[in-house]
């Protein structure tokens, strides 16, 4: 049966794609990864079934990861991964090529907004529209922001993480990192490398970090245990199979330049913020959004080292792509106010 043609929200992370369809809510979450044959250039594998395949592929198969620090690396590779998953979405037999709607990073330059938009009609758009991920995950976490009052969201993805203060539908002020949970992984490479002489891979990492990671300056978690999790790699001074056991305590001291540059930003944003604004957010509180805001105990070390209460969504993960759809939702009042958005016939 042809279907008529859905307005479309993309999520377009470094670490995971979800894909939100009007009248269905979020179809797809899958890992942004690709897996290519290299002797054809075709596409082998997309999302779960290539990130299954990362570290163990033959000669002829590479698996990509197309988007680096929220933006895109490769550009041929982000077309294809994003073709598959649309049709992963809504499959091919559209009567009207969608309207989509992608999140970008809020520093993201005129170029790679260009890029992303061009890689959107390229995989089968009629539209491509952008919206900043914080003003989308506002939206997703039904704050009020078309209200005279202030809004804070830390959005902590993959590769950046954006902070924003939000006031009468609008960015008051902003800044975007390029620090997320990629980075949380390379700081526990980097830690087990230099303190068990072990080298592991980024699947390896990302395990340890979902297990037992943690912020907490105690290293502990709520239970008031220490977690310890043992993990493979090569040794690297006799260059063989080598097995090490990491501890949470471990993680938090890993884990602690990147979260502590997160929060510096936070709070030379708030500096930049009119006190009115300030006052507000000292009410209403913080709102983290995005996968890496999951990270156990990273709310309690921001309300730290901010001074202001700090709330976690029940799925922090979906905000920015619930916010999509009720981006379109509100088409007319968003392009009339949200000067990032913009539009490609």
Known sequence: MIKLARDIGVDLGTANVLVYVSGKGIVLNEPSVVALDTDTGKVRAVGLEAQRMLGRTPGNIRTVRPLRDGVIADYDVTQKMLGAFLTKAIGNRMLFRPRVMVCIPSGCTSVERRAVIDAVVDAGARKAYLIEEPMAAALGVGLSINEPRGNMVVDIGGGTTDIAILSLGGVVTSDSIRIGGDKFDD???????????????????????????????????????????????????????????????????????????????????????????????????????????????????????????????????????????????DFETLEDQVVVMKRVM
Not at 196 to 204: A, C, N, Q, V
Not at 220 to 248: C, F, H, W, Y
Not at 289 to 318: C, F, I, Q, W
Request: net charge neutral; hydrophobic share 40%; with cysteine.
């Open 187 to 329: 700081a526990i490479i980097k830690y087990v490398k230099s303190h068990h002489s072990l080298l592991i891979g980024e699947r390896t990492a990302e395990a340890v970090k979902k297990s037992i990671g943690t912020v907490h300056p105690s290293g502990r978690r709520d239970d008031g245990n220490e977690l310890q999790m043992e993990v493979r790699g090569r040794d690297m001074i006799a260059g063989l199979p080598k097995t090490a056991v990491i501890t949470s305590s471990q993680c938090a001291k890993a884990l602690t330049e990147p979260v502590d540059a997160i929060v510096d930003t936070i709070r030379a944003v708030m500096e930049r913020t009119p006190p009115e604004l300030v006052a507000d957010i000292i009410e209403r509180g913080i709102v983290l959004t995005g996968g890496s805001a999951l990270m156990h105990g990273l709310d309690r070390y921001v309300m730290k080292g901010t001074g202001v209460p700090v709330l976690l969504p029940e799925d922090p993960l979906a905000c920015v792509a619930l916010g999509t759809g009720k981006a379109f939702e």
